[in-house]
């Protein structure tokens, strides 16, 4: 089989770039539509989901037998790129082998491997049988609705490769989130006459020791590839004026799950652990909302798509190969709740995401589109371990 254009998967990655789909408010209908056409010219079908007005979702799907199915699935937005650039940060850039750009490394470096793999398998159709899918979604960075909305259509999927930055490591196991905003009740007095209020940062204060205490509780509880449970008070806010006692506190706490947790269980030891503040130090505090839920997941290491996957990594020299745990999360999640097992792997490093200057190596990206093409051959021959 050809090998991967590396002048081609450069300039498609600098188009990807100059696509300003920073989220909020990610507009990647314009990235999406040229995708479509690209994977069109290669004799995809081509759909598109619509998420929100101006965002979209690209399906393009060649079926090629009726044998197993198997999508690549990515995302198409970015952070907002902020300040400190050496450069125009949608301008795609070569300096010593990096590709510097926003979204080279998160993850539009995974969408053009992906995109090239897909050529390499339209262009040999004969050596393999099966219906490969691939999906770009839109609205990762911060809701997952693009990859939450194309789930619930039940795509006919047996699994799915999803492109983010993993060192070229397959991952077959990720964290959760859970992410409750708390508000501590107080009583408010005149800041000179202390004695008639009830100071609602100092009850916080008192909440944030236990749930420091839970956080030491859950650190023992560890996963073989995604490491500790965790609970990380992140924001805290309180108080109306300097000279009044305040009412009210309001924290944020970030709680990473466990493959095997569930967020409905995690939210009733919080508001257990809530419930004993009140009961023995009288911290009454209520849940207003959640700003997260994404759930953890995990493929079985002897599932198909980790044995190809795995595979392929080495073939291509890379040691070690996986399979390994991812810290943060992503849209996997989404797509095990409907029954769609899979894996995370892409090129570029999580150092680098979310960073002035983001850089995707030029090669990596080439050996990404190896891989990618490689698992796909061997996972729909039959020939995973």
């Known amino acids: ?3 991967p254009d590396t002048a081609r998967l450069t300039a498609r990655l600098a188009r990807l770039v100059a696509f300003r789909t920073e989220n909020p408010p990610g507009n990647e209908a314009e990235a999406a539509r040229w995708l479509g056409a690209e994977l069109s010219s290669h004799g995809f079908a081509i759909d598109y989901l619509e998420v ?6 690209l399906v393009a799907t060649l079926d090629n037998g009726p044998d197993r199915s198997l ?3 990515s995302h198409l937005d970015v952070v907002p790129a902020g300040g400190g650039w050496s450069g125009d940060p949608f301008v795609l850039r070569e300096d010593g082998g990096r590709l510097i750009g926003r979204g080279a490394c998160d993850a539009k470096g995974s969408v053009a491997a992906m995109v090239e793999a897909a050529a ?27 990859a939450k909305a194309f789930a619930a259509t039940r795509p006919p999927l047996e699994r799915i490769v999803i492109g983010e930055p993993t060192e070229l490591v397959t991952v077959s196991a990720h964290k959760g989130c859970l992410r409750p905003r708390i508000r501590v009740a107080g009583r408010s007095a005149h800041s000179g006459r202390p004695e008639l209020g009830d100071n609602a940062v100092l009850k916080a204060a008192r909440l944030v020791e236990r749930l420091a205490g839970e956080d030491a509780r ?13 609970l990380s008070v992140t924001r805290i806010e309180g108080g109306l004026a300097d000279n009044m006692i305040p009412a009210t506190c309001e924290l944020t706490i970030d709680r990473r799950m466990l493959p095997g947790e569930s967020a409905a269980t995690v939210e009733g030891e919080i ?3 809530l419930a004993r503040a009140q009961a023995e130090d009288g911290i009454a505090s209520e849940i207003l909302g959640f700003s997260s839920t994404a759930g953890p997941s995990e493929t079985p290491g002897d599932d198909p798509i980790v044995g190809a996957a795995v595979a392929a990594c080495r073939a291509s020299g890379v040691d070690p190969a996986g399979p390994v745990g991812f810290l943060g999360g992503c849209d996997l ?5 409907v029954g769609i097992r899979g894996i995370v792997l892409g090129p570029g490093t999580l150092a680098q995401a979310h960073q002035p200057d983001e850089w995707v190596l030029a090669d990596d990206v080439a050996c990404a ?17």
Do not use: K, N
């Open 1 to 3: 089989m050809a090998a």
């Open 52 to 57: 929100a007005p101006g965002r979209l979702d």
């Open 71 to 73: 999508a690549f699935c």
């Open 120 to 146: 390499l398998l339209a262009a040999e159709r004969q050596r393999w049988r099966g219906r490969l899918t691939l999906v770009f979604v839109a609205d990762e960075e911060i809701g997952s609705s693009g």
């Open 218 to 230: 859950l650190r023992a509880i560890v996963h073989p590839l995604v490491g500790p449970a965790s």
């Open 271 to 273: 508001r257990a652990l």
């Open 333 to 337: 999640v989404h797509f095990q709740q």
């Open 369 to 385: 589109t190896v891989i990618y093409r490689d698992l796909a051959l061997a996972f729909f021959a039959g020939d995973a371990p």
